[in-house]
């Protein structure tokens, strides 16, 4: 892959450090049309990052791999296993892959999951923006740039939507005026990885 393990751990630990500064306000965002706890099980996932990025790998892909499925085993609702599926997608990509066509792995094995479209009210609505944005970029720091500023954008944009799935679903209208909790982690994932490419 053209970004290397090292920088890839770089990248998730940066991820990580963000979640666990806005986990708090991940718990207050889906306690308002949800269980409460997103915050909680992003708080694992971020401990279990860093716990898998201070471990040796061979290659890129099993760092994915052991993260990956390490997250699908995350206890807390569908995060870990929506989370999970993401980042175990990001192994498929070939080894030279640019950062842009190891996103794009991680979301169509997203979507091997979830159905989910944009205007859903799910963490779809900062993926899909975010890897769609990355495919006109011309090197890996602008599709980093590019995907971070779409991500943010479209959890934004999740306040203005009707919820689909989960919990949320059920309020309705009522869901209208608050952001989705995973598509705010995802936009922080996108964040992270924007910020660590350049530690």
Sequence with gaps: MAVSL??????????ADLLLENAENLSRTDAVIGDGDHGITMTKIANLIKEKAAKDYIKTPDFFEDLGWGTVNVQGGSAGP???????????????????????????????MSNAKIGEKTMMDALIPAVEAMKNAESDEEALELGAKAAAKGA????????????????????????????????????????????
């Design 6 to 15: 090292e920088q890839w751990k770089k990248m998730f630990l940066a991820a």
């Design 82 to 112: 929506l989370f999970g599926t993401f980042i175990t997608g990001m192994q498929e990509a070939k080894e030279d892959a640019s950062v842009a066509d190891v996103l794009e792995c991680a979301l169509k094995e997203l979507q091997g």
């Design 156 to 199: 934004e944009d999740t306040a203005d939507y009707i919820a689909k799935y989960g919990r949320a679903k059920n309020y309705g209208e009522k869901s209208i005026g608050v952001k989705d909790a995973g598509a705010c982690s995802m936009a922080l994932i996108f964040e992270g990885l924007r910020q660590g490419y350049y530690r």
